[in-house]
C-alpha cells in the first residue's frame, strides 16, 4: 500500500548492495508479501531482496532437502519478479548447525542445493554460519580441522571454486560483530578470496551506529570492505514487545567508501517494516545529503497513506525506541517538560489546558485510526496493540491534565491514575517507553494520596462517547 506522492528517479548509488533480508526469527512472510516487497524495493532504488528466512525448514534445519511441488514454482516466482524488477535475488543456506564440515557427502548436498536453484536463474548466493556453536562438535572435523576457522575456510573455498564465475558467494561469519579485527574474522578473512563478500552487523548484532572508522578496520583486517546485514528494523525475540518504526539514522554519510553496502533485516510485521525500508531506500541513494527526518514524515505519508498520515505520526513518535534511538517519545517529553514547569512555577491552568491539548489530539488520532476509516488496513491491523496501548496511554494523559486543572493531582492523583498505569504495564508493548511509566508511578505514589482501589478498567472509545 502507497501513497500518491510523486517519486524521483534514484541517482547512482555510492552503495554497489541496496536491500533488504528476510532473516528473522518467527513466522516467514507471505509469498505475496515477498512479491509486494520486491517491487516496492525496485520502486525506491533498492537493488537486492535476500531470501533467508531463519523458520523455513528448506533454509536452515532442512537445508538438504530440494524445492518440490508448490515450493519450487514460489521460490520460481519470486526469483522470475526480482528479475522483472532489475534486483538481484540471494538465495541463502543456514547450514551450520548440522553440516559435517570435513564430509564430501554433506558437501555435495551443498552444491546441488545451490545448484538447483541456480537453475532458476539465481547467480547470487548466501552461505550462513551465523548462530551455530562456535566451536568444532563431530568428532570427524575435531580430527580434519584445527579450529572452527580451519573448517570455515575449507567449506567456503570448495563452495566457491565450485561456482562458474559469474556466480556471487557472500558468507556471515558465526562472529558477525565486533571491531571488526578480532581473531576469528581476521583468520578467516584472510584465507579466502578476495571475491568472496563477508556480512557484518557492526560493532553490536544490532548496532546503535555504523561509523566509517569500524568500516575501515573490518576492510583492512579481512581483505574486502563489509557487506552490513544491519539488524534493524528487525524486532524479534527478545525485541517483540518493540515496534521499530522510527527513521533510519547513526549510518555515517561516508560509509560507502569502506563498505560494499547495506541489507536491512526486517520485521515479522511487513506492513509496518515497510516504513523504515523507505527511509533506508533514501539513505542508499544518497546518504551525504539524507535526512532522517524528512525522509521520515515522507514514508508516513506513503506507506499510510495521506487520510491518516498526520494522525499515524502523532502515534508513531511514541514509540521512536530502537537500537539507534534511545527518545521513548521526544514530543511528549518536551510537552511534559512544560507542563512540569508550569504547574510547580507558573500558571497551573495553563499547564494543564497545553497538556490537555497534546492528550486530546493524541486520543483522537488513536481512535480514528483504530475505529475508522484507513489506506492501509494491514498496517493497522499489525500495529494494533501498540495503537490500543497509545490510546489508553493518551486517556492518562487526559486525566493528568483534568486532575492538574482541577488541583487535585495530589490529592486524587493515585486513585485515578493507578488503572491506567496498571494497563499500561500489563499491555506489554513499549509506547512512551519509559517516560510515562515513570510520570504516573510519580503521581500515583504522591505524598498525601490515599491507597489506589481494586483495578478498573478505563473508559473505551464507546463508553466515551
Given at each position: 500500500?502507497?501513497?500518491?506522492r510523486?517519486?524521483?528517479?534514484p541517482?547512482?548509488?555510492?552503495?554497489?548492495?541496496?536491500?533488504?533480508?528476510?532473516?528473522?526469527?518467527?513466522?516467514?512472510?507471505?509469498h505475496?508479501?515477498?512479491?509486494?516487497?520486491?517491487s516496492?524495493?525496485?520502486?525506491?532504488?533498492?537493488?537486492?531482496?535476500?531470501?533467508?528466512?531463519?523458520?523455513?525448514?528448506?533454509?536452515?534445519?532442512?537445508?538438504r532437502?530440494?524445492?518440490?511441488?508448490?515450493?519450487l514454482?514460489r521460490?520460481?516466482?519470486?526469483?522470475?519478479?526480482?528479475?522483472?524488477?532489475?534486483?538481484?535475488?540471494?538465495?541463502?543456506l543456514?547450514?551450520?548447525?548440522?553440516?559435517?564440515?570435513?564430509?564430501?557427502?554433506?558437501?555435495?548436498?551443498?552444491?546441488?542445493?545451490?545448484?538447483?536453484?541456480?537453475?532458476?536463474?539465481?547467480?547470487?548466493?548466501?552461505?550462513?554460519?551465523?548462530?551455530?556453536?562456535?566451536?568444532?562438535?563431530?568428532?570427524?572435523?575435531?580430527?580434519?580441522?584445527?579450529?572452527?576457522?580451519?573448517?570455515?575456510?575449507?567449506?567456503?573455498?570448495?563452495?566457491?571454486?565450485?561456482?562458474?564465475?559469474?556466480?556471487?558467494?557472500?558468507?556471515?561469519?558465526?562472529?558477525?560483530?565486533?571491531?571488526g579485527?578480532?581473531?576469528?574474522?581476521?583468520?578467516?578473512?584472510?584465507?579466502?578470496?578476495?571475491?568472496?563478500?563477508?556480512?557484518?552487523?557492526?560493532?553490536?548484532?544490532?548496532?546503535?551506529?555504523?561509523?566509517?572508522?569500524?568500516?575501515?578496520?573490518?576492510?583492512?583486517?579481512?581483505?574486502?570492505?563489509?557487506?552490513y546485514?544491519?539488524?534493524?528494523?528487525?524486532?524479534?525475540?527478545?525485541?517483540?514487545?518493540?515496534l521499530?518504526?522510527?527513521?533510519?539514522?547513526?549510518r555515517?554519510?561516508?560509509?560507502?567508501r569502506?563498505s560494499?553496502?547495506?541489507?536491512?533485516?526486517?520485521?515479522q510485521?511487513?506492513?509496518?517494516?515497510?516504513?523504515?525500508?523507505?527511509?533506508?531506500?533514501?539513505y542508499?541513494?544518497?546518504?551525504?545529503?539524507?535526512?532522517?527526518?524528512?525522509?521520515w514524515?515522507?514514508?508516513?505519508?506513503?506507506?499510510?497513506?495521506?487520510?491518516?498520515?498526520?494522525?499515524?505520526r502523532?502515534?508513531?513518535?511514541?514509540?521512536r525506541?530502537?537500537?539507534l534511538?534511545?527518545?521513548?517519545?521526544?514530543?511528549?517529553?518536551?510537552?511534559?517538560e512544560?507542563?512540569?514547569?508550569?504547574?510547580?512555577?507558573?500558571?497551573?491552568e495553563?499547564?494543564?489546558?497545553?497538556?490537555?491539548?497534546?492528550?486530546?489530539?493524541?486520543?483522537?488520532?488513536?481512535?480514528?485510526?483504530?475505529?475508522?476509516?484507513?489506506?492501509?488496513?494491514?498496517?493497522?491491523?499489525?500495529?494494533?496493540p501498540?495503537?490500543?496501548?497509545?490510546?489508553?496511554?493518551?486517556?492518562?494523559?487526559?486525566?493528568?491534565?483534568?486532575?492538574?486543572?482541577?488541583?487535585t493531582?495530589?490529592?486524587?492523583?493515585?486513585?485515578?491514575?493507578?488503572?491506567?498505569?496498571?494497563?499500561?504495564?500489563?499491555?506489554?508493548?513499549?509506547?512512551?517507553?519509559?517516560?510515562?511509566?515513570?510520570?504516573?508511578?510519580?503521581l500515583?505514589?504522591?505524598?498525601?494520596?490515599?491507597?489506589?482501589?481494586?483495578?478498573?478498567?478505563?473508559?473505551?472509545?464507546?463508553?466515551?462517547?
Amino acid at each position: 500500500m502507497t501513497g500518491s506522492r510523486e517519486r524521483a528517479l534514484p541517482g547512482l548509488s555510492p552503495f554497489a548492495v541496496r536491500g533488504v533480508i528476510e532473516g528473522f526469527y518467527g513466522p516467514p512472510w507471505s509469498h505475496e508479501q515477498r512479491l509486494d516487497l520486491i517491487s516496492f524495493l525496485a520502486e525506491r532504488g533498492m537493488n537486492t531482496f535476500v531470501y533467508s528466512p531463519k523458520d523455513d525448514p528448506l533454509v536452515r534445519h532442512e537445508w538438504r532437502s530440494p524445492y518440490v511441488g508448490a515450493q519450487l514454482a514460489r521460490l520460481s516466482e519470486l526469483i522470475s519478479a526480482c528479475a522483472a524488477s532489475g534486483m538481484t535475488f540471494m538465495y541463502c543456506l543456514s547450514p551450520g548447525l548440522t553440516i559435517k564440515y570435513s564430509s564430501s557427502d554433506d558437501l555435495e548436498m551443498l552444491l546441488a542445493k545451490f545448484h538447483s536453484v541456480r537453475e532458476l536463474g539465481v547467480t547470487s548466493f548466501g552461505l550462513l554460519l551465523d548462530d551455530i556453536p562456535a566451536r568444532l562438535q563431530h568428532p570427524a572435523d575435531k580430527e580434519a580441522f584445527t579450529d572452527l576457522v580451519g573448517a570455515h575456510q575449507s567449506l567456503i573455498r570448495n563452495v566457491f571454486s565450485r561456482f562458474a564465475s559469474d556466480t556471487r558467494l557472500t558468507v556471515c561469519p558465526t562472529q558477525y560483530w565486533g571491531y571488526g579485527d578480532e581473531d576469528y574474522i581476521s583468520r578467516l578473512g584472510s584465507g579466502l578470496d578476495p571475491r568472496v563478500d563477508l556480512f557484518w552487523t557492526g560493532r553490536a548484532i544490532c548496532s546503535p551506529t555504523l561509523d566509517l572508522s569500524d568500516a575501515a578496520v573490518f576492510a583492512r583486517a579481512t581483505g574486502r570492505p563489509a557487506t552490513y546485514w544491519d539488524n534493524y528494523p528487525v524486532n524479534d525475540v527478545a525485541m517483540g514487545h518493540e515496534l521499530h518504526i522510527g527513521p533510519y539514522q547513526g549510518r555515517d554519510p561516508q560509509l560507502y567508501r569502506f563498505s560494499a553496502g547495506i541489507i536491512a533485516n526486517g520485521m515479522q510485521l511487513f506492513e509496518s517494516s515497510k516504513i523504515p525500508f523507505a527511509t533506508i531506500a533514501d539513505y542508499l541513494n544518497d546518504p551525504e545529503s539524507y535526512d532522517p527526518e524528512a525522509s521520515w514524515e515522507r514514508a508516513i505519508l506513503d506507506v499510510v497513506g495521506p487520510d491518516r498520515a498526520a494522525d499515524f505520526r502523532l502515534f508513531a513518535d511514541t514509540v521512536r525506541f530502537s537500537c539507534l534511538s534511545a527518545d521513548d517519545a521526544p514530543d511528549l517529553a518536551e510537552a511534559l517538560e512544560r507542563f512540569t514547569f508550569e504547574l510547580e512555577y507558573g500558571d497551573r491552568e495553563v499547564a494543564a489546558a497545553d497538556l490537555s491539548a497534546l492528550a486530546q489530539s493524541m486520543v483522537l488520532a488513536a481512535d480514528r485510526l483504530l475505529d475508522g476509516s484507513v489506506s492501509n488496513p494491514a498496517l493497522i491491523a499489525e500495529v494494533r496493540p501498540w495503537l490500543e496501548t497509545f490510546r489508553l496511554g493518551s486517556l492518562a494523559l487526559v486525566a493528568v491534565a483534568d486532575l492538574a486543572a482541577a488541583g487535585t493531582l495530589d490529592s486524587e492523583g493515585s486513585a485515578v491514575l493507578r488503572p491506567y498505569l496498571d494497563g499500561l504495564r500489563s499491555a506489554h508493548r513499549r509506547v512512551f517507553g519509559d517516560l510515562l511509566d515513570m510520570t504516573l508511578a510519580e503521581l500515583c505514589s504522591a505524598e498525601g494520596s490515599p491507597p489506589a482501589p481494586p483495578v478498573s478498567a478505563p473508559p473505551t472509545a464507546k463508553e466515551r462517547t
